[in-house]
Nanobody
Framework: QVQLVESGGGLVQPGGSLRLSCAAS????????MRWYRQAPGKQREWIAL???????DYAGSVKGRFTISRDVAKNTVYLQMNTLEPEDTAVYYC?????????WGQGTQVTVSS
């Protein structure tokens, strides 16, 4: 019914930047909250950023000041701008959306930070 599709992952050097996109099949304005998560090899899934319907944002301490979540309602897309990337940021990044008590997940996109 509802699909979230991440894109924009890839290989970047430490200190570099990358922008991830999460395209929704429905209007992102209808979602109660949208979040970005990541999961590194051997680690549990980690919440890193969220944006609520009203537009307020919040971040995990590990990415605060480096990552920015934003949205373009007209394009039905949520973004994650990642700056000053570190090797510890290497993970599969997932987009999540809550809509009318239903949760939706994207398929994930790989981000690798390495020199």
């Amino acid at each position: 019914q509802v699909q979230l599709v991440e894109s924009g992952g890839g290989l970047v050097q430490p200190g570099g930047s990358l922008r991830l996109s999460c395209a929704a099949s429905g209007s992102i304005a209808s979602f109660n909250v949208m979040r970005w998560y990541r999961q590194a090899p051997g680690k549990q899934r980690e919440w890193i950023a969220l944006i609520i319907r009203a537009g307020a944002t919040d971040y995990a301490g590990s990415v605060k000041g480096r990552f920015t979540i934003s949205r373009d309602v007209a394009k039905n897309t949520v973004y994650l701008q990642m700056n000053t990337l570190e090797p510890e940021d290497t993970a599969v990044y997932y987009c999540y959306g809550l809509l009318n008590y239903e949760d939706y997940w994207g398929q994930g996109t790989q981000v690798t930070v390495s020199s």
